[in-house]
T-cell receptor, first 114, second 118 residues
Framework: QQQVKQSPQSLIVQKGGISIINCAYE??????FPWYQQFPGKGPALLIA?????SEKKEGRFTISFNKSAKQFSLHIMDSQPGDSATYFC?????????????FGQGTELSVKP | GAVVSQHPSWVICKSGTSVKIECRSL??????MFWYRQFPKQSLMLMAT?????????EQGVEKDKFLINHASLTLSTLTVTSAHPEDSSFYIC??????????????FGNGTRLTVT
């Protein structure tokens, strides 16, 4: 059972454009939703995270939008740069009931063209 | 700098041999660490939760006798792939929570270990 579904699988954006990646989850007990960025041959690095008590969180060029009723959340990368080219993973966890175990989406390979 | 260190970063072994991967928490003592596996172009799949001083908790479908986890100290967890086969070739990544807030804090990941079994 895929608990976190991510789309698209790959994304090509022009430099300066907006990259949008979407995720949907099934488990209503999830209470923590981070996004990770991974470069080839490296471990994932935390970008930004949100809790279900807010609908949006912005950090620099990165924004998470969260829709609790629809069980969906998305990552927006504004003014996308070639250096943003990486694989992005959404994730979800039940912080207290499951010891913080993260369940990852399938990943989105982002390519930002100069 | 890195707060979770993995060693080795890559390893090649022959089929049937065992390989040990180390994961160190560099900046604080971690009672819980997580081991993930990632196949090429795929997502990260949780294998097990490593608990200091007690047995690891394995996810469904992960063979505990094949993937031995030892969390002998508060800064070191090890994953041993026993009797490795080519299908075990993968990217193994460990992680632990950021200090200070227990489970209510982000996960930091190591840089992974690329295992190739020939």
């Amino acid at each position: 059972q895929q608990q976190v579904k991510q789309s698209p699988q790959s994304l090509i954006v022009q430099k300066g454009g907006i990259s949008i990646i979407n995720c949907a989850y099934e488990n209503t007990a999830f209470d923590y939703f981070p996004w990770y960025q991974q470069f080839p041959g490296k471990g994932p690095a935390l970008l930004i995270a949100i809790r279900p008590d807010v609908s949006e969180k912005k950090e620099g060029r990165f924004t998470i939008s969260f829709n609790k009723s629809a069980k969906q959340f998305s990552l927006h990368i504004m003014d996308s740069q070639p250096g943003d080219s990486a694989t992005y993973f959404c994730a979800a966890s039940e912080l207290y009931n499951q010891g913080g175990k993260l369940i990852f989406g399938q990943g989105t390979e982002l390519s930002v063209k100069p | 700098g890195a707060v979770v260190s993995q060693h080795p970063s890559w390893v090649i072994c022959k089929s049937g041999t065992s390989v040990k991967i180390e994961c160190r928490s560099l900046d604080f003592q971690a009672t819980t660490m997580f081991w993930y596996r990632q196949f090429p172009k795929q997502s990260l799949m949780l294998m097990a939760t490593s608990n200091e001083g007690s047995k690891a908790t394995y996810e469904q479908g992960v063979e505990k006798d094949k993937f031995l986890i030892n969390h002998a100290s508060l800064t070191l967890s090890t994953l041993t792939v026993t009797s490795a086969h080519p299908e075990d070739s993968s990217f193994y990544i460990c992680s632990r929570h950021a200090p200070g807030q227990g489970f209510n804090s982000p996960l930091h990941f190591g840089n992974g270990t690329r295992l190739t079994v020939t």
